[in-house]
């Protein structure tokens, strides 16, 4: 159960909301969305309420996430979607208790699902998704990049609000279409920040049948395109993938695509491609703002995101229009464990904080933690890890299995390049 309090929004007009079932009977009230979007248009309006001080960040199960699920919910009605989610309302309710992160608050979350019918209303249906939550206030086991910066609201506006609008924009496209023959059905995804929560449960828990769903498409951080190329994972995850990206990219939004096969990964999408059903995910890379209060609306490309939400509409379709279902290929990657997330509370400490700014080779940093080992070693913001003692660090999963291999007291030489220049320093490991 939530704990209702109050978002106090100084300035701004309040709309009541009372909420039913896994809310409990408290009231809470919402900032309005008028006051804040004023004559924004979408998607650059979702992002702008979704990623607004007042919603304190969309941590999972507070009230900040319940008025952006509420807002969602606002939107898919005007939007013509029908209500998909518990007892003819467009919320599923669920349990956050996290494998991930053993020191989230739990409580309740709420997927927000809506359908668009198809001809056939019993048959196949595509789901198209992205998650709404984010990191809240920050602090050490938020996952926030930003350790100086707790209290501070961490506004994930490209994670994932640009995803989150993204859904409302490919829903708005389709609602003006012809009915394909398959349902589509959009979920705006809670507790993905803490270990695909959401998608998870809304797997175990389908609002329509497994059986029935066809193939599923995941937006998450989609604003950041610019001048460069939409990653798309899980092409590897059916036959017939290529061929579709090939006919409904070919052009028409000018888009440059860089297929991975890979069908699982660190979003909604792995909640279902292990569960046999095909996937897309679509993200335009990280960047130096990622789980940081920085991540700010004002920073998105709304013409990239409206591009990427063409692409995912008109693949919707495509897949929604064939009479046969694709051809699962299982394999395509392996899944992570638990135990394997690059996350606070596993291996030795060092005390770094990536960056996560693209670079060639290594582990970029964008600064350290005060009275941290590698504060004490002599390593700084811009340094780019690429070894420990002899052993090359290819990436960040390289890193976390190096600290994982050892333990607190150990030394360890890191290099770095520093301005292009190796540098070499040893740090003395501690205890997390």
């Known amino acids: 159960m939530i704990r209702a309090r109050l978002l106090v929004v100084s300035g701004w007009a309040l709309a009541a909301l009372v909420w039913g079932a896994g809310g409990g009977a408290a009231q809470e009230r919402c900032p309005s969305a008028t006051a804040i979007v004023g004559g924004l248009k979408q998607p650059q309006a979702a992002v702008r309420y979704l990623a607004?001080?007042?919603?304190?960040?969309?941590?999972?199960g507070s009230p900040g996430e319940r008025c952006a699920g509420a807002y969602l919910a606002t939107e898919f009605r005007r939007l013509g979607l029908e209500p998909a989610g518990d007892s003819g309302t467009y919320f599923q309710s669920l349990p956050l208790a996290s494998v991930l992160n053993p020191h989230f608050q739990g409580g309740t979350g709420r997927n927000v699902v809506g359908l668009l019918p198809g001809r056939d209303a019993q048959g196949p249906v595509v789901v198209v998704g992205a998650h709404y939550d984010h990191l809240g206030l920050g602090g050490p086991m938020s996952g926030s990049l930003a350790p100086d910066d707790v209290g501070?609201?961490?506004h994930g506006a490209d994670d994932n609000?640009?995803?989150?609008?993204?859904?409302?924009e490919v829903a708005g496209r389709l609602a003006r279409e012809p009915r394909a023959r398959a349902s589509i059905l959009f979920v705006a995804f809670t507790g993905e920040e803490e270990g695909l929560l959401g998608s998870n449960y809304f797997g175990l828990h389908p609002t329509v049948p497994l059986a029935r769903m066809r193939a599923m498409l995941n937006m998450d951080m989609v604003g950041r395109l610019?001048?460069?190329k939409l990653l798309v994972y899980g092409t590897g995850t059916a036959a017939e993938w290529?061929?579709?990206l090939a006919t409904e990219d070919a052009g028409k939004d000018s888009l440059t695509l860089s297929e991975i096969?890979?069908?699982y990964g660190a979003s909604d999408q792995t909640s279902f491609y292990s569960r046999d059903v095909p996937v897309l995910h679509f993200f335009t890379n990280v960047h130096s703002d990622y789980h940081k209060p920085s991540d700010t609306w004002d920073k998105l490309d709304y013409p990239g995101v409206e591009r990427v939400a063409g692409l995912v509409a008109r693949v919707a379709a495509n897949v929604a229009s064939r009479a046969a279902p694709l051809t699962l290929i299982r394999g395509a990657g392996k899944p992570e464990k638990a135990d394997s997330v690059a996350t606070p509370g596993y291996g030795a400490y060092l005390g770094t904080v990536?960056?996560?700014t693209p670079?060639?080779?290594?582990v970029k940093i964008s600064g350290v933690r005060g009275g941290s080992p590698a504060e004490k070693a002599g390593l700084k913001a811009g340094d780019i890890i690429v070894a420990f003692d002899d052993t090359e660090i290819k990436d960040l999963y390289a890193m976390t299995d190096g600290l994982r291999a050892r333990k607190a007291g150990d030394s360890v030489r890191i290099t770095v390049l520093r301005e292009g220049q190796p540098v070499t320093m040893t740090a003395v490991l501690g205890k997390r």
């Open 242 to 244: 290529p061929g579709i």
């Open 354 to 356: 990536p960056d996560f």
């Open 261 to 263: 096969g890979d069908g």
């Open 226 to 228: 610019g001048t460069g």
């Open 52 to 60: 607004d001080d007042a919603l304190q960040g969309r941590l999972a």
């Open 152 to 154: 501070v609201v961490h």
């Open 161 to 168: 609000a640009s995803g989150t609008a993204a859904l409302l």
């Open 359 to 362: 670079v060639e080779k290594g």
